[in-house]
């Protein structure tokens, strides 16, 4: 705190704290920020939201096989179909 009537006093700089600073002013309890991992997680895991198109052709099969055979929604399926059509058109 400085003194704005004194010339010679100087603004005190503190340090700043270790870490990520918090998101909204607050930090987040331990058991909110492990429900948001959970759900992130879970969520994907059922959308297979990884990035597609940085992925192998091999690994995309195998994500489909996996999907198919463990019963994961169309979509999902779709998606990762999707991906390889775009890399391979249809000779027409």
């Not at 309890?29 to 994907?44: D, G």
């Not at 995309?60 to 059509?85: F, N, Y």
């Amino acid at each position: 705190m400085r003194d704005e009537k004194d010339p010679g006093t100087l603004e005190m700089v503190f340090p700043r704290r270790r870490g990520r600073p918090p998101l909204h002013g607050v930090a987040m309890s331990a058991a909110e920020r492990a429900r948001n991992y959970r759900a992130n997680r879970r969520h994907r895991r059922e959308t297979g939201s990884r990035v597609l198109h940085v992925q192998t052709d091999t690994t995309l099969l195998d994500k489909i096989r996996d999907a198919i055979s463990s019963g994961r929604s169309p979509a999902t399926i779709g998606r990762l179909v999707a991906e390889l059509s775009v890399r391979y058109p249809a000779a027409d």
